[in-house]
C-alpha cells in the first residue's frame, strides 16, 4: 500500500493531535506561569480542550466541504463534456498519454479501451487527478481531528491531576514534549519520513509554542501583581 492513500485522516490526525498537545499545554502553563490556582489551571486546561476540539472540527468540515465542492464541480463539468463531446474528450485523453510518453497509437489504444469500461473515471484519474479513494470526506476529517485533539489534549490535564503541586508545570511540560515527540514520529513512519527528524520537528516547534506562552503569561502575572 502507497502511504499517499492515508494522505486525508492523517494530515486530520496528526494536525488535531498536534494541536491538542501544544495548545492546551501552552494554555495551562500560561495560566499557571501567571502565579493562578491549580483549578484555575485546570478550568483552563478543559476549556481548552472542549473549545479546541470543536474549533478543529468545525475547521476541518468547513474547509475540507470546500475541498469537496471543487472536486464535485469539476467531476460534473467532465460529465457535461463528456456527454456533448465525447469525441473531443477522447482526443483529450490521447493527448494527456502521448505528453506522459506513448506513441501516438498506443495512446490512442489505451484511451479507447479504458474509455470503454469507465469514461468517466478514467477523466477523472488521468485529466482532473481525481481517484474516487482520495476524494475529500469533510465529516471523516472533521470527526478525526476533534477525537485526535480531544484524546491528546487529555495529556497536560492528566499531568496536572496526577501529580503534586510543586510538579505541575514540569509535568505539564514532560507530558507534552513526551507525547510531541511520540506523536511526531509516528506521524513520519506513516508518512514514510525518517522518524527521528519528525520526532525533533514536533518538539521544537510545540516547546517553542509553550515557552512563548508561558513567559507572556508570566509577565501578565507581573503586571497583575504590580
Known amino acids: 500500500m502507497h502511504r499517499s492513500s492515508r494522505g486525508g485522516w492523517l494530515r486530520a490526525a496528526v494536525l488535531g493531535a498536534d494541536d491538542g498537545v501544544v495548545s492546551t499545554a501552552s494554555l495551562m502553563l500560561g495560566v499557571a506561569a501567571a502565579s493562578a490556582p491549580t483549578q484555575t ?12 476540539a470543536m474549533s478543529m472540527a468545525a475547521g476541518e468540515y468547513v474547509s475540507v466541504s470546500s475541498q469537496r465542492d471543487a472536486e464535485h464541480a469539476d467531476i460534473a463539468l467532465e460529465k457535461g463534456e463528456l456527454a456533448s463531446d465525447p469525441k473531443g474528450e477522447l482526443r483529450e485523453l490521447i493527448a494527456i498519454y502521448e505528453k506522459r510518453g506513448l506513441d501516438a497509437e498506443l495512446s490512442k489504444k489505451v484511451a479507447e479501451q479504458l474509455s470503454k469500461k469507465n469514461r468517466l473515471v478514467t477523466h477523472m484519474r488521468d485529466e482532473l487527478g481525481l481517484e474516487a479513494s482520495s476524494l475529500a470526506r469533510p465529516i471523516q476529517a472533521a470527526f478525526v481531528s476533534a477525537a485526535s ?14 501529580t503534586p503541586v510543586a510538579w505541575h508545570v514540569a509535568a505539564i511540560v514532560v507530558s507534552a514534549l513526551f507525547s510531541l515527540a511520540v506523536l511526531g514520529g509516528l506521524g513520519g513512519r506513516l508518512g514514510g519520513a525518517p522518524v527521528l527528524r519528525a520526532a525533533i520537528r514536533a518538539v521544537a516547534g510545540g516547546g517553542f509554542a509553550m515557552a512563548v506562552t508561558a513567559g507572556i ?3 501578565l502575572g507581573l503586571l497583575a501583581v504590580h
Open 217 to 219: 503569561g508570566h509577565l
Open 41 to 52: 489551571v485546570l478550568v483552563a486546561g478543559v476549556a481548552g480542550l472542549v473549545a479546541g
Open 149 to 162: 485533539f480531544a484524546s491528546l489534549a487529555l495529556l497536560p490535564i492528566a499531568a496536572l491531576l496526577f
